[in-house]
């Protein structure tokens, strides 16, 4: 399981760092890396962040989703090794299941999605209400995105435990007398 955890966090961490490398790179380079992020994000120059003058790959809102993501995926392993200690003492170990958390997140998912579109359609709306004058900012379009990618890291790491999970029941044995751990209970 914890490579599982080990590479999500590798992947995520990947995700961040190839999208602020640009501004290290030789042009030729800086191109390929720009035109491969390209398919994932606008990349408006005034809408994306710079590095001694060298736009990053992706917006304010593209790599507030990333650094949330790998945020989220580090809060998931954090919050995992704090609870595996209190299983059994705090809450039933049968009440809180990765299932359980992946229904819960699903949900999570959805609201988080909500200050995000309030965000980009703001400035829309603002001409017809009393919004007017509303102006999203780069503060804003990175923290809805970080909001965003915290909970979509959470919701990756607990749909991969809950589907390792499954698997490690289906495959014990029904008449071999092991139990199987699977970390499910209290563990985000």
Partial sequence: MWLLWLGSVAGAALLVGLAVLPPWLPPSARWLLMEAFAPLCHQLPARSPTIDGTHIAVCDRCI??????????LLAAALRAVAQ????RWFHTSSLTWDRLLSALKYGL????????????????????????WHNSPVSRVGTGAFLGVVAGLFLVVTIASSVSRVRKSTASPGSGQAVDD???ASA
């Fill in 110 to 133: 959805a609201g988080a999605l909500i200050p995000l579109a309030l965000d980009w359609i703001g400035p829309f709306i603002g001409a017809w209400t009393p919004m007017h004058g």
């Fill in 85 to 88: 200690p209190m299983r059994g």
């Fill in 183 to 185: 970390g499910a209970s």
């Fill in 64 to 73: 507030g989703i990333y650094a949330g993501l790998l945020g989220g995926v």
